[in-house]
Each structure stands twice: as C-alpha cells, then as structure tokens.
C-alpha cells in the first residue's frame, strides 16, 4: 500500500508541521513584497491609464490650432462618410488657459482650462451632460460658465455666482512683431460669466489635454459665447474626434494610423484659410497673403513650392512702414509704407514704371523708388539721399527705432504695383481707419505728425507705397524672426488665368502645405497620453528597491526556519544516509518538502501581495501623497505580475531552502545521527577561504570604487560611493566572521567586563554563521537607516545664495499670458497698470523674465513620462548673471568636467559669481552645430525623468516642424528649475519664433518686502493669470517627493527591520535551545541564572554592536560626498536615536529568548547527556 | 572527622501526569570530609537524583541536605550559586566542556562563578598545574574538539577540582570511556580526591570503579539497599 511507504513528504510535513507553518508563512510574507511590490507599478500605470480615459473620455484625436480655423470643418467632416467610418464623435472647440477671479472676494484662480465647446463636445462624456448645458436660464444676464468642483473651490463660488474670466486676446500677427498687439490692455479679454453648473473632478471635470495627474482647474463655455468675445465668430482652435474602434474598450487600435487618417479627412476638406492662406486674382497676377500678416518662412516657402510646381513665378513683396522719411533737403513725411520686393522684375513685368515711362530698375543695397506723391511731397528726385526712420523689434521684444540712408534711384508713376493698396497688408488698427488721425495702431504713432497732404494721400491711396527698395535690403532692415514677406504676386505660366491659377492652388494648398506651417498639428491625444501612462517613474522597480530589504529579510527568515528546521531533522537525515540511502536522494526529500512548502508560502503570499499592493497604494493616496500628487491611484491587479511575482518569489524561496539543505547534507551520517549539525565545530575550523576571499575582494572592490569615484563625472560618483560602501558592508561583516574565529583568546580572570565580553565574543564565534546572519540583518538595517537618513534632508536653504537652488531669487512667478511689457522699467510697469508705489516695490526686485515653450512638466511631480519637454528661455542678462548650484557641466571639448559636490569652492567651475566669466550658464550660448541647442537642466529631472544624462541629447520638434537635439551641457543640482530645460532665449527666438513675451519670472526681492511683492505682482497682474510663490516653497515641493520617497524606503526598511527582529529572536532561541547543556553546565559550575543571562545578551549586544558599526560606518563612507557637499543637514541625532532604537529592538528580542531559556528547568539537558 | 554532606530522610518526588513519581524515599548518609563513596544501582533507581540533590541543583522534596554543616538549599538563588561554585565539583558522564573555550579556559569557568577576583593569577596559575598534572599541559590552549575522550574527561575532573570544593560529585565519570581509559580517568579522580582532600561521591554502573572506593551505597527504587546498610552516625559525631 502506497501509505506504508516512508518515502512521501507529506507525513514529514505534517508531522513537523510548528517549523513548517513558520517557514509557509515567512515564504507568504516574502512573495507579499516582491508580488506586491511589482503590482504597486502595475497599479500606477493602470491608475494613470484610467485618468487618461477618464480626462479625454471620448477623445481620441485633436486637431490643434496654434492660430484659428472654421468652425464648419467640424461639420464637413461630420458628413464625410469616409470620416465617419472611422470616427465618431467630432466637436469643434476653443482650448485656452486663463485665470478666472472672483470680483466680491477677489479670490482668484490662475491656470484654468477654458474650454469653449459647441454640442457635440458632450458626446464625449454623455454622462456629465447635465452639468455641460451651458443654455442661458431664465433670468441670466450673463453666458454661462461651468466650472469643476476644484475651480468652484479655489473661488468659493457655487452655481448662480458670477465670475470674471480673463483670456489672451487672440493676435493675427505675433505679438512681438511690428504689427502684433502689444498694449497690455488690448492683449486680454475679460468677460463676466455665471456660474451655471459645479461639475464632479472627473469626466469633463478633469478635462486637459496634457498629460499629468494633478487636478486642473476646468471652466467651460459654450463655443459660441467664447467666439464673441475674442471676436472669432465662426473659428476654433481645436477639433476633438472620437474614433469609432476605441467605442468599446477606450482605447484605439492603431492610433498613428488613425492619426494619419484623419489628417488626410481634415486636408480633403480644409480651406486655404485654414491655412491662414487668401488667394486673389487680380488682372495679370494672383496675389496670396496671410491671415498672420506676415509670412513665416516655412509657409512663404510652402507657397512659393506650390508656384513653382504650377508653373508659376512668384515675386515676394515684404511691405512695411517707415515711421518717418526725410530728404536732405528738410522735407519729411510721417509714416509711409514701403516695399519690398524685386524692383527689376517688377519692371520688367511692367508692374513698376518710371515716371519718365521707363521700366523700374533693379535696385542695389541703399538704393530706393519714392513715388511721384512722395517725390514732389519732399522735392526729391533720382540722386537725392533720403533718410528712413522706422521700427525694428528689438532683442527684447522692444520696438526700437532705426534710421537707414537711402538714395533715390528714381520716381516711379503710381499705376500698376505703385498704385495698388493691397500691396500694403491690413496693418491692424490702421487698416479700417477713415483717416490717419484715427490710426490706433500696434505700434507708437504721433498723430500730431500727420499733415493734411497725409490724409489726402490716405483718402486716395490708403496705404499704397510710396517707397521701394530691394527684397534683400528690405529684409536686412526689417526681417525678424517672425519672416518678413507680407505677400506674393504669383505670375501664372502655361497661359493660365490668375483666377485659374488661385482656383489650383487653393485646393492644392490644404492637401500640400505642411500642418506645422500653418500652425496646426493632429495629435493622437489619448495615445499620447496612454504611452506617458507607462510613467516617468518604474514604480514596480521602486518599490521592489523600497522592499529589498523586506524581501532579503524574509527570504533570510524562510532560509533560517527551513534550516532549523532539518537541523531539528538531522539524526533522521543521518540515519536515512546510514540505511543507505544517496545523498543526493536524501538532498531531493528535502528540498522536495522545502519546495512544497515554499510553494504553499507563495500561493498564500499572492493573496496577500494584493493586501501588500493595496495597502502601499493607500499610503501612495494619502501618507505618500506629496511624492505623487494625485489620490486617484488605485490597485490594479495584474495576472502575469501575479505569476512573475510568484514565481520570482518561489526562486527566491527555494535559493533559500537549497542553501539550507545544501549545508546540512554535506556533514557525515554519524554525525548527523549525533544531532550535529556540522562536519566540525566553527570554534575549531580553519577560518574558511570563503570568508577571507569574500571580505579580500569586497574590501579591493570598495577601495577600488570608491577611489575611482574621484576621477568619474558627478552623475556616476555619487553611484560609484554608494556601490563603494555596499561593498564596504560585506567586506566589513566578512572582516567580522574572521574575526569572530581568530579572535585572541583572553583568560578567564574573575567575573569582570573583560572576562565577560571575551566570553560573549566566544559564545558568539560557536555559530559563525548564525552571528553572521543576525549581525548582517542589523548592519544592513542600519546602513539602510543612516545612508537613506543622510540623504533625506529637511529643506532649509537660503535661497538667497547666489549658489543655491533658487539662484538667490525668491519668488518664482507664471502666468497664463505672456506679458510683452518690460516689468524692469518703469514704462513696462506703467503700461501694466502698477501704480507708483507698487511700480517702486516692484522695480526695487531683481526680475529675470524667461520666453516659455509650453510642454510636458518634466518634474519628479508629473508621473506620466513626458514627451515634450517645456522649455525655457535664458535671456543675456540671466546668462551673464549666473547663479544656482551645479552637479556638472561639460567643458569645452564635450566632456563631463568636474563638478563634484566636495571640489573646493575656489576649483569647482560650477559656482559662478555675478559676472563670473566662468559661469557654466554661458553653456548655453555655445554653437554646438547645426540642428543641436546647448541645454541646461536640473539632474533630477534628467537623469530620473527623461532618463538621460550630461552630454546626451533630447529631441524635440521645432515650430518648423524640424527635430533639433537638446544637448545637455549643464545638469543642476536641487534647482526650481526642474520642471523644464532652459536653453537660451535666442535659441528660443529661433526656433520657436512665435514664442513672444514672458510668462515664467524670478524675482529678487529686498529682504524684508517678498510677500508684499508678491501679492501686488498677483494683484497688478491677475488679468494675466500671474502666480508667483516664494521659491522656496518650490523648492520644497520637489523635496518632498524626494523625503517622501526616503521615508517609504525607510517604512519599508523598518518593516524589514522588524522582520530581521524577529528572525533575531528566532536565531537567538535555537541558539539557547541548543545550548541548554552548557547553559546547565554552567549553572551547575556555580553561575547564576541572571549571569547566564548577563552572558547571552553580551553576546548578542556584541552581534547588534557589530552589525551598527559596520552598517553605519559602511553607510557614512556611501554617503560621504553627500555629507562633504556643504549642503547636507543629517539629522544626527534622530539618526542615533535610530540606531539606538535598533539596538535596543535586538536586546529586546535577546531578552524574550533568554528569558524563555532561563527559565526552564535546565537539569533534564544534563540528563539527556 | 568533618562531616562534609549529610542527607537525612531526603525525599525527592516529580509531579508527572499520572501523579507523583517518588525516586527518593527518604534516604540519610553522612560522608565525612576526605571520605569517598560510590553510589550504584540499577538505572532509575535514583542514582543521578542523589547526586543533583548533593549538588544543589535539585531540591528535596522532604528531608534536609546538609554540605559542611550548612543548609544550602535554603540560599537564595544567587547564593546557592556561588555556594556551589566554590564547595561542589561536578564531573559528568558527558565532559560539558564548552566548544568555544580552550581547555584553560573552561577548566577556569567556575572561578570565574565564584567571582575569585583577588586571585585571578592564582587560579590560572593553579589551572595550568593541574592541567600538567594530568598531562594536558600542552593541550591549555586547544579546544575541546581537539581532545580525545579521555583528555576530555581529565579536562572535566580539572575544572571540577580547580575551586578546591569540599564535595566532588561524579556522575558516571568513566561511562564513555573505553576500559584502559576509564581505568586511567578512575586513578587520576582518586589521585586528585586524595590531593585536595575533598568528599567524594561517584555514581556509577562500574562495579570496578565502584570497588576502588572505600564505601558503597546502592540504591534500589528510591531507597538504600539494606544489604549494604549506612549506618547513621549519632548526632553530634
């Protein structure tokens, strides 16, 4: 009968079946952690999935408008069928950011996403349509506004409360440029609302396109309402599509492709003004202009391509106004537009005529054509220099006005081109104006200026030229980043009608012209967003570092307890070898019932790594908040984790259990059968090789990483020191054992300290490998304490040192609206509207404004992985000004310099002083080559975040559509800028040209006047959506994360700890247990039961005494450059209280186990003997 | 003569499941000063009983033990310890000499018991003697596993002796040893005996062992074998 066979494990199992369970449940307590600690990543990821549904909803696609498109594509597309196979749901939208204020409080809310929506946006989110009706009630004055719950709180608002929103007033041209609207006034629209609904913070309550866990703030408008107001009747600036495959499961299959798809749907039904395009036949020629005014250089060239590929010639005209033109003759004549543009060619096509008949020449540099109005109005003719005042936008966005010389090459007649008005763009402001005296235009203007003869010229002409001078001349006065080209003629070849020709090209131009051209981009936003869901952050790898301890803990505990327990099982292993039986049979048993029982530990560990899981995802919600910012993180259970984690776990065990096994199999059956687990007592063993070869080439590693640590880049130093004194700490706890066994023996002389400790020092050698073991869970457990205790820093730095994190500024300000205005000089101020006491406070701050990029926030406080990085722009004055702390900066040739956190002051070249020619900001005005910007940005965020380094380059996309490198030549060191990258402004400018004004600030203060600063900024500057916060509290926003992520590591490791204590006890107990006979040896030998116990907790104290030293003498070399850096404040004494706190956890647990021992009547040991 | 240990009408009873278990009815010796006896019996006869009790690790149940006159079962715990430390010597069928400590080591144990601060030289001085003396000189600094049985056991009487107790108590010194062994062990115990002039009681199955001693007490369920009657000294002798 197969019950009568002895071979099965599951008598043995039940039989021992005490030691069994504890190895069942610390095998459980061990796949908990690791499993669990793998789904805490599954359940961010998941977590941050389910916001990305349940902020886009509906949402798959959106076309995006850095400008304005019709509102009807919505409609054409709806009723494409084409469309409609694929998509669902489309709505046309204007997406915009603003603040939003309070009128009777004054509370106010900045950073509010402003959603104007037309009907179908509700399609979306069928499940907030109530809350989305935007209709007027009964009795309401004022358009509605629905606002969601955290909005509604920030303003203390409800239902029926009015608002006032303020929005940027949308610009035809760039603001920056001669025709862009620059007046602090005109540039926001404010509009009182009333609050119609409080919408719940998910769903459309949680609506934004950029992906981040925070809440935003959300307010909606009807789409109609918002049109009014900015005065774009009939435009939007974004399209939101649906795509019908992700009905069901919410997420698209094929994404890009859909993407590509709708953008081909979008081009078939586009207009050239979608692309800002107006095409205009005219008698011999089809003239294109711009909605933007004036041509960005990617769109002149998209034009003059489809010219060319029709055949037809294209002659570019770059039409602008002279403020003033004087003759040397002391005529002068206020604000005259003047060409640009091929005067030969123009000539030749007849299109510009001399007044004497002949054709226009072609101009050189300096040269210029006045027409005959300007030529008898200042009595000029062919030789006669003329003097040109006019504007130019200066580095600073500032119009500065300039003065060229020019020489009259000739008066042209006014017909053909020279008489033609549309030659001149609709300047804003000047274009609809009945009379030159009513010019409000963009620009300053002295109306005082202008004459009689000016406005007859205006009654007649408007604003044709009255001046001309080459293309290329004309653009070296006035291009600008923004381009320079207002128009083009395009001359139609194979015979072709410019009617013809338009009728061509306005339907070739949306199918052809580049979406980036036009300012427009698709996107798959909820793509997007689910791939950033993926997270900056691996926090399945976190929090399995987190729990390494936990995890080592208990995988040491399911080794210990299966050990003990075949140690309690080695006369049946003996005999079982004495009948005969082979070792390895013997060795299989073992380890079959260790498998089994490992196995039953890691099913039951799965349930509770779902508890585990759980439990760090409710600390992740509230405890641990401030390192996620967000407590909509939720426990997502996983399957494969499950088995992953599980069948990890069980490797884990069974690594374990073999070990155990493996020690005792190798000892011979007659001692086996004596209950010996060993071959031969430690005490009397040779130190083994092992140990000494363990701590040689752990002590030569330590040496040689940390030595090596000095001459590596900074980014790997601080790894390299920690590396170091990990190997430290096994090098140290090998140097222990070794000296455990070859400790000098020291005679027993009376009952002393001495005579104690050498006896407790003997005890303690008995079982080299138990002491290891208990003094190794301590040294780790400390070594965890101090290095993590040594980096979790409380924040208290001055912010005001020039080389701190903040640069010595103190307030760091955004705003919604890019405020052109110079805030450093009084006029700035005053144009923004401060009074003259707050213009004083406010012009006695240091104020560094920075161009913005707007992107990803690439701080450790977005979870999700960033895909476009948010840039800054560094102008002059920050770069020569210096400032902020340095991890490392590359030198000249490309190559990490040092930048070593315990450099001297006087070496590093990463402290710069103001004016210092030295500082490692001028990095950024470095050429690196084609294609490739210098950038700085802060290590954390680099190296944490965007996963890259010092040296290393980051792609991003530029307005031009190109892909330019971000090339990392600096990485701070705990700054405020951690959210972005900054590069320099001119880069900015260059690639990002249509970036204009500043909405990101650092101020300096005086000392005693930032809070008063800081409220008139917010106050003066509300319309503009303008927050500012002492830099500070910024800073310890991003230190947060980092303390709250070494308090977890620490949390988790004291879980451990208290694991290790545990183990301790354990080990502590066998220990006693098996030494009750020479525990009873002693006692009948005359010592007293309190002396033996005296005896056993000197022996352990020595353990818990060794594995402190080693930890966190180990720990403090780890974190030495930490500690020399000049900025660590290590809480010193909390970390000894600590410490002392473990050794008294240990002493404890001695204590239990001793007194269980000491108790017990220890006369049967000397029996049994 | 001394009267170095006095068991008068000494009772000892172990509480089991199944109620009582008396291993000691009642027995009373003397042994005086110098004296050496022999205990034998049959296995649970109560043998080893006798000897703990002798040796104040166990406490009778009914009667009174006297060692030098004095009452030591009475003292408090930390005084009975070092009482025994410095009047008893143990030596058991199983040396006990600790693995982790030399042989100089653990035969100086039991000084370090009775707390002998003042003639800590002494002690290691008297320690290493002894140890020549029975011809571990050269052994002082190993350990136990690096001895024979013998060497062991020899190691155990040294450490018994080294306090100069007034009572050695041997239980079954020689039941490990192979017979020229234990024959060698049983010379150097009467030697050492005779040298420091210390009671001597040893319990042992050895009939030949037990024959080498002047006196012979044989216990039988409990209680003394009236074939080989003790005569109890009248009080005051």
Known sequence: MAAARPGGPLPSLRHYWRANVAVVLTAAVAASVLTGALMVGDSVRGSLRDLTLDRLGGIDHALLGAGFFREDLRDELAADEEFAARFGPVSAAILMQGSVVEPESG?????????????????????????????????????????????????????????????????????????????????????????????????????????????????????????????????????????????????????????????????????????????????????????????????????????????????????????????????????????????????????????????????????????????????????????????????????????????????????????????????????????????????????????????????????????????????????????????????????????????????????????????????????????????????????????????????????????????????????????????????????????????????????????????????????????????????????????????????????????????????????????????????????????????????????????????????????????????????????????????????????????????????????????????????????????????????????????????????????????????????????????????????????????????????????????????????????????????????????????????????????????????????????????VVPAIGDFNSVMWILHSGLGQGIEVETERGETIELRLVGLLRKSVFQSELVISEANLARHFPSRTGASYFLLRTEPDEQDRTMQELERTLSGFGFDAVPTAQRLQAFQAVENTYLGTFQTLGGLGLLLGTLGLSVVLLRNLLERRGELATMQAIGFWRRALAWLVVAENSLLLAAGVAVGAASALVAVSPHLLGGHALVPWLSLALTLLLVLAAGTLASLAAVRRVTREDLLPALRGG | MTESLRFERVAKSYPTEAGAVEVLRGISFRLEAGEAMAVTGPSGSGKSTLLHLAATLETPTAGSIRIGGEAAHDLPERELAAFRSRRVGLVFQDHYLLPQYTMLQNVLLPTVAAGNGRDEGDAEERARALLERVGLGARVDHRPAQLSGGERQRAAIVRAVINRPSLLLCDEPTGNLDAETAGAVADLLLELHGEEESALIVVTHSLELASRLPRRLELRSGLLDEATPVPLPAAGD
């Open chain 1, 107 to 931: 509370r106010r809310a900045a950073r509010v996403n402003v959603q104007g929506i037309d009907a179908g946006f509700v399609a979306f989110f069928p499940d907030a349509a109530a809350g989305l009706d935007l209709s007027r009630r009964e009795g309401q004055f004022f358009a509605s506004l629905a606002v969601n719950r955290s909005l509604a709180e920030a303003l203390a608002v409800e239902a029926g409360d009015s608002v006032v929103l303020y929005l940027e007033r949308p610009s035809e041209a760039p603001r920056a440029s001669l025709m862009g609207e620059k007046d602090p006034e005109d540039q926001l629209e404010s509009v009182r609302l009333s609050v119609s609904s409080v919408l719940d913070d998910e769903g459309p309550g949680r609506f934004q396109l950029a992906p981040h866990q925070s809440q935003p703030l959300v307010g909606y408008v009807r789409l109609r309402d918002l049109q009014r107001e900015l005065d774009r009747r009939g435009m939007a600036n974004a399209l939101l599509v649906g795509e019908r495959a992700a009905a069901g499961s919410g997420v698209a299959a094929d994404p890009d492709s859909a993407a590509l798809d709708l953008e081909r749907r979008i081009r078939s039904h586009a207009e050239a003004g979608d692309f800002s395009l107006a095409f205009d036949g005219a008698e011999d020629h089809l003239r294109v202009t711009t909605s933007q005014i004036v041509f960005s250089e990617e769109l002149a060239g998209a034009v003059e391509a489809l010219a060319r590929d029709r055949g037809a010639e294209a002659v570019g005209v770059s039409t602008y106004l002279a403020n003033r033109t004087a003759a040397e003759n002391g005529g002068a004549a206020p604000y005259s537009t003047i060409a640009a543009l091929d005067t030969g060619r123009a000539g030749e096509l007849g299109a510009l005529r001399l007044a004497a008949g002949a054709p226009a020449p072609a101009l050189g540099p300096g040269e210029a054509l006045v027409n005959t109005f300007l030529a008898e109005d200042l009595g000029v003719g062919a030789g006669d220099r003329l003097s040109i005042d006019y504007f130019v936008v200066g580095d600073r966005e500032q119009l500065v006005e300039r003065t060229v010389e020019a020489t009259v090459a000739g008066v042209v007649e006014m017909t053909g081109w020279a008489a033609d008005r549309s030659m001149t763009p609709d300047f804003p402001g000047v274009a609809d104006a009945d009379n030159m005296s009513d010019w409000d235009p963009t620009f300053p203007v002295d109306l005082s200026r202008i004459r009689d003869r000016d406005e007859a010229y205006w009654d007649e002409y408007r604003g044709t030229p009255k001046l001309f001078v080459d293309l290329d001349f004309g653009a070296g006065l006035w291009s600008s980043r923004f381009g320079h080209l207002t128009s083009f003629r395009l001359l139609p070849g194979d015979g072709a009608s410019p009617d013809e020709l338009g009728a061509v090209l306005e339907a070739e131009a949306p199918a052809r012209i580049a979406l980036h051209a036009a300012g427009l981009a698709v996107e798959p936003v909820k793509a997007t967003g689910l791939r950033g869901a993926t997270g900056a952050t691996d926090f399945g790898g976190l929090f399995v570092g987190f729990s390494l301890f936990l995890i080592v803990s208990a995988a040491l505990l399911v080794g210990l307890f299966f050990r003990l327990g075949t140690e309690s099982r080695a006369n049946e292993m003996g005999l079982l070898l004495a009948l005969g039986h082979g070792v390895r049979r013997v060795r299989r048993r073992f380890l079959l019932e260790g498998a089994l029982l490992g196995g039953a530990g890691v099913l039951l560990g799965l349930g509770g790594a779902v508890l585990y899981a759980g439990a760090m995802m409710a600390a992740l919600r509230t405890l641990w908040r401030s390192a996620v910012g967000s407590s909509h993180l939720y426990l997502h259970v996983e399957p494969l984790t499950l088995a992953l984690g599980g069948a990890g776990s069980l490797l884990v065990v069974l690594f374990a259990v073999r070990g155990a096994v493996g020690r005792l199999a190798g000892v011979s059956p007659i001692r086996l059968l004596r209950g010996e687990t060993v071959e031969q007592p430690a005490a009397v063993a040779a130190p083994r090789p092992r140990a000494r070869w363990t701590g040689i080439v752990a002590g030569a590693l330590a040496l040689a990483l940390l030595g090596g640590s000095a001459a590596a880049p900074a980014s790997a130093a601080a790894y390299l020191f920690f590396s170091g004194g990990a190997c430290l700490l096994v090098a140290g706890l090998a140097a222990f054992v070794l000296w455990l066994r070859r400790r000098p023996e020291a005679p027993l002389r009376g009952w002393s300290l001495r005579a104690g400790s050498s006896m407790a020092a003997a005890n303690a050698s008995l079982n080299p490998g138990r002491s290891l073991l208990c003094a190794a869970l301590v040294a780790s457990a400390s070594f965890v304490i101090v290095a993590v205790g040594a980096y979790g820093l409380r924040f208290g730095e001055e912010t005001r040192d020039l080389d701190s994190g903040a640069g010595g500024f103190d307030l760091v300000a955004e705003s919604d609206v890019s405020i052109l205005a110079d805030m450093t000089s009084v006029d700035g101020r005053y144009e923004l509207g401060f009074g003259r006491d707050a213009s004083d406070l406010v012009g006695r701050s240091e104020i560094v404004a920075f161009r913005t990029v707007p992107g990803d926030d690439i701080s450790c406080l977005n979870l999700f992985q960033p895909e476009r990085p948010r840039l800054l722009g560094a102008p002059p004055e920050f770069v020569e000004r210096g400032g902020f702390r340095f991890q490392s900066v590359v030198d000249v040739a490309g190559e990490e310099a040092l930048g070593r956190e315990d450099a001297p002051p006087a070496s590093r070249p990463d402290r710069p002083s103001s004016g210092d020619p030295g500082t490692p900001w001028r990095l950024l005005e470095q050429d690196l080559g084609p294609g």
